[in-house]
């Protein structure tokens, strides 16, 4: 573990050497790409079966193209010689199903098949090289698609003929802003004004330390269920999330139905917080928080909640919680939250030990990781969607930036993460995944998902690309408790964002008891029974049973300022 202060107590030609390449690579470490290039490169030249196999591929390809191109690149999908993704939008114009648009865009499609082959089922190559290798080429043949140039773009051609070139003075005019702004430093901004658009809902900062505000909203109804919830957003962004608009707002939600909720407030930290670490999150966090509840309520237990890395972090309390007989928490939710990463996803392909520790040597200089530094990693997993069809949108049809929703505004809000947090994070979660493994320590003894026995309801979201769902579902293995699992669709933001109301919604919904047989993931799905809409009023139902009778609600105590407070204003 490196020493996070922001004078290291080692200086090394090592240390800074590294501080620079990390730095110009943005935390990429070339020693690992140079690594997997090798790997697959020397086990494909040892594999003459493979080379044949492909060889076979390139011929087919070259085949049906040029067939395609010979019967004059026929419109109709099931003459196609290759067809797109599923969710590839790339070449929905009508424009690509014409000559020679067509005859390109199968091109391309046909060369992405080959080097999926290519990179793919190597005999003998590293499963994690062999997944980064796929990932790797597919960035690079995206960044060639015929759809991001103006000459190759129908869509683009036919938007200059019928704007007589405006688009194209448009696009520049965007393309120059944009390269001031990079040279600048300056990043997308929230056009939404929190505390006046979003983060709206009624209440009061009652508590307050270095890490976090805790916010106690105000009640909706003459009466509350007994047992309060404790909400444990993730650090990465800013709390409000679950309080977007008002009609968008899962913290309202819940006070709706007669919730007393309190939420926490993570501080923006900044270089001297560089050796807060997962520890510093977990006492003045989630236990401070709690602390203060049973004190100021009154109620003997408090259902805790936790979206993202906080709920990873809310899973670490209860295990230490249980190892120490507190029996603070009444139930435990799980939004889109990782317990196990064994398999966490493509997010792997960006975490191993070479790349962890060029990114430590980035955080050792400034302190702490910039929300940009680790966006840029989230972007590329949906590069097409989230970079390549956004720059044609903007600089070839001329477009500019769409409006920004509350989601989106929420989403240009980041926040920065301490060094040392994340340095941990990284190690003994992705890495290590210590605390599936029950090698966790908190005040230095190892606790265990497997003392759990609070009754757990488990939130994962089809198409996450953050906490893929299949890891999500990985706490019913880990725990000795009961889990209702609901699946919706959606990604790790809109799946669980889900208003009632919201159209073309809809989750899959079970429970496997603690003393009954595990399921796959895959046989869950074939038991789980299917609803259409949000699944708030399941959640909130499956809360109402286990919160007690309904009572006054609890007077708000050391109102410290209206919510959402100040430390959710810090850029």
Not at 142 to 163: G, K, Y
Not at 284 to 312: E, N, R
Not at 330 to 337: E, I, V
Not at 453 to 476: C, L, M, Q, Y
């Amino acid at each position: 573990m490196k020493d996070f202060n922001n004078q290291p107590s080692e200086p090394s030609t090592d240390h800074t050497f590294r501080k620079l390449i990390a730095t110009m690579t943005r935390g990429t470490s070339p020693v690992s790409t140079i690594n997997m290039w090798n790997d697959w490169a020397l086990h494909l030249a040892t594999s003459p079966d493979k080379r044949l196999t492909l060889a076979n591929k390139a011929r087919d390809n070259w085949t049906n193209w040029l067939s395609f191109i010979a019967n004059g690149c026929p419109a109709e999908p099931e003459n196609w010689p290759a067809q797109p993704k599923k969710g590839d939008r790339r070449f929905t114009d009508p424009g690509w199903t014409k000559p020679p648009f067509a005859a390109w865009a199968q091109a391309f499609l046909l060369t992405e098949n080959f080097f999926d082959a290519a990179t793919s089922n190597v005999p003998g190559l590293n499963p994690a090289n062999d997944a980064k290798m796929t990932f790797m080429m597919r960035q690079m043949l995206d960044a060639m698609s015929p759809s991001n140039f103006l000459a190759t773009n129908p869509e683009a051609i036919a938007r200059t003929v019928e704007t007589g070139g405006q688009n194209l003075i448009d696009g520049a005019a965007h393309a120059f802003a944009d390269m001031q702004k990079g040279l600048k430093g300056d990043r997308k901004r929230p056009t939404k004004v929190v505390g006046r658009d979003v983060a709206v809902t009624k209440g009061k900062v009652v508590y307050r330390n270095r890490l976090m505000e805790l916010i106690q909203y105000a009640p909706r109804t003459d009466t509350v269920h007994q047992e309060p919830v404790l909400i444990v957003p993730a650090w990465i962004m800013k709390y409000y999330i679950l309080d977007l608009s008002p009609d968008n707002s899962m913290i309202r939600y819940l006070t709706e139905q007669g919730f007393t909720v309190f939420a926490i407030s993570w501080r923006n930290p900044g270089a001297e917080d560089a050796n807060l670490g997962m520890l510093d999150y977990l006492h003045q966090g989630p236990m401070a928080a709690l602390d203060y509840i049973t004190d100021a309520t009154g109620a003997q237990q408090v259902h805790g909640t936790g979206y993202c890395l906080g709920g990873t972090l809310l899973s670490v309390a209860a295990a230490s919680m249980a190892r120490d007989k507190d029996t603070r928490l009444a139930s435990l939710t799980l939004l889109a939250a990782q317990t196990d990463f064994s398999e966490a996803g493509e997010l792997m392909l960006f975490i191993n030990e070479s790349k962890v520790s060029f990114l430590e040597d980035v955080m050792a200089e400034q302190g702490y990781l910039e929300a940009d530094q680790m966006m840029s990693a989230f972007q590329m997993l949906r590069s097409n969607d989230l970079i390549w069809s956004q720059m044609v949108r903007k600089y070839l049809l001329g477009e500019g930036e769409p409006p920004m929703n509350d989601l989106m505004s929420w989403n240009a809000d980041s926040t920065r993460m301490p060094a040392r947090m994340h340095s941990e994070y990284l190690r003994q979660m992705f890495l290590n995944n210590d605390l599936a493994a029950g090698r966790y320590h908190v005040d230095g003894r190892a606790v265990s998902l497997r003392d759990i026995r609070v009754p757990i309801f488990g939130v994962g979201t089809e198409t996450d690309h953050i906490a893929p769902w299949k890891s999500v579902f990985k706490i019913h293995d880990l725990g000795h408790a009961d889990v209702t699992f609901a699946l919706t669709n959606g990604g790790h933001n809109a799946g669980v964002v889900s208003k009632p109301g919201h159209p073309r919604r809809h989750f899959r919904l079970h429970t496997i008891r603690d003393d009954e047989n595990t399921l796959s993931p895959e046989d869950w799905c074939d038991v789980a029974e299917l609803h259409q809409g949000s699944w708030w009023p399941a959640w909130t139902a499956w809360l109402s049973d286990r919160s007690g009778k309904m009572v006054k609600p609890p007077k708000i105590k050391n109102a410290l300022a209206d919510a959402p407070g100040t430390y959710v204003k810090m850029e």
